[in-house]
């Protein structure tokens, strides 16, 4: 967590957007396989989709422009 405090707002959102962008492909992935007949890998795509939403509403979140004190 000390990191965070180091690392600039622009860099926490690049960081943010990178990950939302790999767990959509880790996502598609994981579709791709269950499309292929693995569906014991349903649950492992739900999983890539919900980190995909939390980085994309952390991404969001970052992008808001501070109100100041």
């Known amino acids: 967590m000390a ?13 943010a957007r ?5 767990c959509l492909r880790l996502a598609a992935s994981y579709r791709h396989r ?6 014991d890998q349903r649950e492992a795509h ?3 989709l ?3 939403r939390r980085w994309r ?4 979140e970052l992008s808001q422009p501070r109100a100041s004190p």
């Open 3 to 15: 990191a965070d405090l180091i690392r600039s707002p622009a860099v926490r959102l690049l960081h």
């Open 57 to 60: 509403l952390l991404a969001t």
């Open 50 to 52: 919900g980190l995909a």
């Open 18 to 22: 990178q990950d939302h962008a790999i």
């Open 34 to 39: 269950v499309a292929a007949g693995e569906t």
């Open 46 to 48: 739900a999983w890539a």
